[in-house]
């Protein structure tokens, strides 16, 4: 895993453990802070250690210059993101890595059990979805936290060896001295402030979306792009732009929606006008909240499109100072009406990445 972002990222190797990971979170709930010899007294466990030049030089094959195992509640659930639905906190067991010259670390969880519970000396296994194995784990009789077992490609997807060239699974995955590791135990700030290094806090972004916009008030967010964008853009079809909640939609999510959930089940409407001809286009989508973003589908609940058009989705961002970031990596976002055969397949279009300023609602109206 890594920090999330806009863009969606490829989620191949996470569908091929999705049907596992259905079955597992039930076993894994019940195993929250058990194993007495990474944590005597219950409490969040930490263990880590930064290797110094010296021996980094003396190991050239390992990749690892900074390393922590994290025992307890999630430290990965960090203020730039917001909680996702349905969480799963059964995760008790989290590792990070920084490599050489790297500036944040990578990271992954798992749920951590004895490898024998019938035999109290026995080691520790902490597993992840798709029956893979994070790593092997003992307390020595110092207290450091003895790692083994640690595969190369961790942080790859489970097939990333057939989808990569040699060379690329070589570069993305761990050394072959990167295993074995014996880590200090830390107090837990120290693995929190680890973990925090994976996606920094920018003071510019302020409050998430969830917080920044009231399930109850409306809001108006857009641009208008001028002759010498477009020129300088001659495949990008918007002219303008706008993305807002007004008064149909408001009475919507004041009829069904849940405010403890907030924001999912908002709906919002986009509206773009096109550098062909004028035409205007509006939207609707329903949005949930994922991580750091709103995920939004195109819905027609409020329209009367007949066709399928659940698979057409935007994101919305906060950006820095009160800016709104709208995307659509995969396919545009719409700018003709998504039951058009010209709606069909991918556009062919720089309409993709907004940076949207806060408007007045009237800039917003129908």
């Known amino acids: 895993m890594t920090s999330r972002t806009m863009v969606a990222r490829t ?25 007495k010899e990474l944590s005597p007294n219950g409490a969040d466990a930490c263990f880590g250690r ?7 030089k003396a190991h050239p094959h390992q990749k690892v210059a900074r390393i922590f195992f994290y025992y307890g509640h ?21 590792l990070t890595t920084t490599v050489r010259d790297a ?19 026995s080691g520790i296994r902490c597993g992840m979805d798709c029956d893979r ?22 942080y790859l997807d489970p097939d990333a060896s057939d989808q990569m060239s040699k060379a690329e699974y070589n570069r993305q995955a761990l050394g072959s001295e990167d295993d074995n590791f014996k880590l200090d135990p830390m107090p837990a700030d120290s693995c929190k402030a680890e973990f925090a290094r994976i996606d920094p806090i920018d003071p510019a972004l302020g409050d998430p979306l969830r917080v920044r916009l009231k399930p ?18 001659p495949s990008q079809l918007t002219r303008s732009i706008r993305v807002f909640r007004g008064p149909v939609e408001l009475a919507s999510f004041a009829a069904g929606g849940d405010t403890a959930n907030w924001p ?43 066709c399928d058009i659940s698979q057409k989705e935007i994101f919305l961002k906060r950006g820095a100072n009160g800016t709104m970031m ?24 720089d309409d993709k990445v907004y940076r949207l300023q806060p408007m007045p609602q009237s800039a917003c109206a129908p």
Request: contains cysteine; glycine residues 6%.
């Open 326 to 349: 709208m995307a659509n990596p995969n396919n545009a976002v719409a700018v003709v009406d998504l039951c058009s055969k010209a709606a069909h397949g991918k556009t062919k279009s």
């Open 74 to 94: 999630d430290p990965v659930s960090r203020p730039n993101e917001e909680p996702a639905a349905n969480q799963d906190t059964s995760y008790t067991g989290f």
């Open 103 to 121: 500036k944040k670390p990578e990271w992954a969880g798992s749920w951590c059990n004895k490898n024998d519970p019938s035999d109290p000396t």
């Open 50 to 56: 930064i290797y110094d030049a010296a021996h980094l």
């Open 264 to 306: 999912d089940g908002a709906d919002i409407a986009v509206s773009v006008t096109t550098r062909q001809k004028g035409a205007k286009v509006t939207q609707t989508y329903s949005c949930q909240g994922e991580a750091d973003q709103w995920r939004c589908s195109a819905s027609s609940k409020m329209s009367d499109f007949s």
């Open 11 to 35: 989620m191949a190797g996470a569908l091929l453990c999705a049907a596992l990971a259905a079955f597992a979170g039930a076993a894994r709930a019940d195993n929250a802070l058990s194993l």
């Open 216 to 233: 109850d008030q409306p809001f108006c967010f857009g641009r208008d792009y001028d002759d010498a964008h477009l020129k300088s853009h």
């Open 133 to 154: 194995t994070l790593a092997s784990l003992k307390v020595d009789d110092k207290g450091k936290l003895l790692l083994s077992g640690l595969s190369p490609d961790i």
